[in-house]
């Protein structure tokens, strides 16, 4: 039998943290209170214009393969999962590829699920490696959300942030993931959307972030518990057998209605939210690597992660590290 484990974790955050008393410098009317009550959110951080989705997942993809003990050539399948591509076409992932240097064929392709996009990049590449086809996959989520950003808005402007993680899943002959569910109901899709496109050399539509806050919080809390209960139960196991949640970081306090609702106490739920904002698609991977690389996730520990986002899509993995 061909299990799929996760080899090794990497994450990158541009420049400083920009703080929320930065934001109300540059003249955004809100206040550090406001946004630490509703949010949880004290720093997030931005990337420099010259700098892109694909160049974010290659700092944290460099880390993630050192971490596992590999050099880029040993990477037979690259996932990179986006809502702000470096361009319409090609892929960041086939981006990411010539950015490391990997020159063997590897597979490369993007994901797009928005905040659930590296749960359904890790689902994928699970498939893969469990039928053989691959051996090691790079899986990324990789965001400059603050080009999206309406930064008259202040009801999103001061939640979201740019960076990268990414994971090597690795072929392996003990399991690692352990169950996972994917799911998507596009009916919702006006409650958060990007609804403008390119046409005929023009930005058509409106080009910025729109979301109905509370909506997306009411759906998020209903979800995220649904889809962990759904993981757990595909593995006959009860919340007591997670030794760590790793919900998508969006808000503080959909985190805690979570973790309520699943039954997993918040000393046992990794939160970065309050340092990097919501991050999409990399706020899973970024916040798993820092959980790894400070020591407090270890071998042989069973995680769930799961992430909800635009589209509606969400979902989530059971994994024993
Ligand atoms: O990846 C998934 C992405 N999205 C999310 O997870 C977001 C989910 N939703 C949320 O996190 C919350 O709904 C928000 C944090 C976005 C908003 O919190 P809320 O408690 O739902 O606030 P609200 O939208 O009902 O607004 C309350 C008040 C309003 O003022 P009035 O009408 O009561 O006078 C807003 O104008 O807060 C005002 N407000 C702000 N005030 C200061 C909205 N944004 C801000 C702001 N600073 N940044």
Redesign the pocket.
């Known amino acids: 039998m061909i299990y799929a484990r996760i080899a090794g974790t990497g994450s990158f955050l541009p420049g400083e943290p920009v703080t929320n008393d930065d934001l109300v410098a540059r003249g955004?009317?809100?206040?550090d209170q406001?946004?630490v009550d509703?949010?949880g959110i004290r720093t997030r951080y931005l990337a420099p214009p010259e700098m892109a989705s694909s160049d974010l997942a290659r700092e944290a993809s460099v880390r993630a393969i050192e971490a596992a003990g590999l050099a880029p050539d040993d990477i037979d399948l690259i996932i990179v999962a986006t809502s702000t591509p470096d361009c319409i076409f090609p892929s960041t992932a086939a981006l990411l590829q010539s950015k490391l240097g990997i020159r063997n064929g590897a597979a490369a392709f993007d994901v797009q699920a928005v905040?659930s996009g590296f749960v359904y990049g890790l689902t994928i590449a699970e498939k893969f490696i469990r039928s053989g086809s691959h051996k090691r996959a790079l899986v990324v989520g990789a965001e400059v959300f603050s080009r999206i950003l309406d930064w008259s808005d202040?009801?999103t402007c001061?939640?979201f942030g740019d960076g990268a993680g990414a994971v090597v899943l690795e072929a392996s002959d003990t399991p690692g993931v352990l169950a996972g569910a994917l799911h998507a109901d596009g009916s919702h899709h006006p409650i958060?959307c990007v609804p403008g496109n390119v046409a005929a050399g023009q930005v058509v539509g409106d080009p910025f972030l729109r979301?109905d806050?509370?909506a997306?919080?009411k759906f998020?809390v209903k979800v995220l518990g649904d889809v962990a209960l759904e993981v757990l139960g595909q593995a006959g196991l009860g919340a007591d057998a997670v030794d760590w949640l790793i919900p998508?970081q969006?808000?503080v306090?959909?985190i805690q209605a979570t973790a309520k609702r699943i039954g997993v106490p918040m000393e046992k739920v990794i939160t970065t939210v309050d340092r990097h904002g919501?991050t999409?698609a990399a706020s899973i991977p970024l916040a798993l690597d820092l959980a790894v690389r400070d020591g407090r996730i270890r071998p042989g520990q069973r995680l769930v992660v799961e992430g909800?986002?635009g589209g509606f899509t969400w979902g989530a993995v059971l994994l024993q590290f």
């Open positions: 955004i009317e809100t206040s406001w946004i509703r949010t905040c202040r009801g001061v939640l958060l979301m806050g509370q997306v919080f998020a998508h969006a808000n306090r959909i919501n999409s909800v986002g």
